[in-house]
């Protein structure tokens, strides 16, 4: 069973504006939840993260938001460069235990 | 370059015969995790390691796989008598768990094609 769920495979954004990018989880017991970003031939390199007992955690361009009742976060990335068009993953965990991630989603920034 | 190292960085291999990958993990780093990634899909976990001690190893994907960190510094993924099945990129990740904040760090992968 997929526990962690991203619905879109692909999104499409013009440069400047904002990407939006969703995730969704079954398991109650997650606590932390990350992004990572994934360029070809490259591993996955972290991007993100928030807490359970947080609803909002920003960095720079990027922000992450969490809805617990909802078990759904997303990845705000305002503006939108060309260099950020890569695959998003969206992961998760439980009191340490390992990460469980998403299928992906992949973003391509169009200038 | 402090990152986490994986060689070699392709493999192609033929069905039936044995491979080992190396990760090089980041030298403070006590954790080392072994992830498996099938094209379109998100990576999926196969076993991790505190130190020299292998603490979870369930989701090997079959006794065909094996690790080691035999002195809790590089480890070793080996999958004997390959299959076309098992064609896919082995990720490698370090980190320090700092109480429930864990984030991973993950080498560039073996990208394994069995033929």
Known sequence: DQQVKQNSPSLSVQEGRISILNCDYTNSMFDYFLWYKKYPAEGPTFLISISSIKDKNEDGRFTVFLNKSAKHLSLHIVPSQPGDSAVYFCAASSAGNMLTFGGGTRLMVKP | ?115
């Open chain 2, 1 to 115: 370059d402090t990152g986490v190292s994986q060689n070699p960085r392709h493999k192609i291999t033929k069905r039936g015969q044995n491979v080992t990958f190396r990760c090089d993990p980041i030298s403070e780093h006590n954790r080392l995790y072994w992830y498996r990634q099938t094209l379109g899909q998100g990576p999926e976990f196969l076993t991790y390691f505190q130190n020299e001690a292998q603490l979870e190893k369930s989701r090997l994907l079959s006794d065909r796989f094996s690790a080691e960190r035999p002195k809790g510094s590089f480890s070793t993924l080996e999958i004997q008598r390959t299959e076309q099945g098992d064609s896919a990129m082995y990720l490698c990740a370090s980190s320090v768990p700092t109480g429930l904040r864990e984030k991973l760090f993950f080498g560039s992968g073996t990208q394994l094609s069995v033929l």
